[in-house]
């Protein structure tokens, strides 16, 4: 089951990338499948040219082996998700700390039934 788990083989995705920043990197959790960091590394890309998303801001991933996390999680135990933040990533490279300290924004509501239209904007849907 996939939050019952481990990987073997999880590749990580660099902290660093064209179209991408990861976020967290204290907590070593940017692993994952091959075909995971394949997928993130193409969608990234791809957001950043056709709709001109600035870049994708990575959250938790894996860790190298997978299995259980001490803070939730259960989905991330074989690399095969990814918490991908709606936060436009900025035109410069945030530092160790700025990754440390900047927090993911809530874009559905308290209640969880529908989008915060206090936080998701025009912005966020494709051009």
Request: some cysteine.
């Amino acid at each position: 089951f996939y939050a019952k788990g481990c990987i073997a083989g999880a590749v990580a995705l660099p902290i660093n990338g064209s179209a991408w920043q990861v976020m967290r990197l204290s907590r070593n959790r940017n692993w994952g499948h091959p075909d995971l960091i394949a997928l993130l590394e193409r969608v990234a890309v791809k957001a950043q040219k056709t709709a001109g998303w600035p870049g994708l801001l990575v959250g938790d991933m894996s860790q190298p082996r997978g299995g259980p996390m001490f803070t939730g999680h259960a989905s991330h135990q074989i690399g095969l998700d990814a918490d991908i933040w709606l936060t436009p990533m900025p035109n410069r490279q945030l530092s160790r700390e700025e990754r440390e300290e900047t927090s993911a924004v809530m874009m559905v509501r308290k209640d969880r039934l529908d989008i915060d239209p206090a936080t998701w904007t025009p912005t966020h849907l494709p051009v």
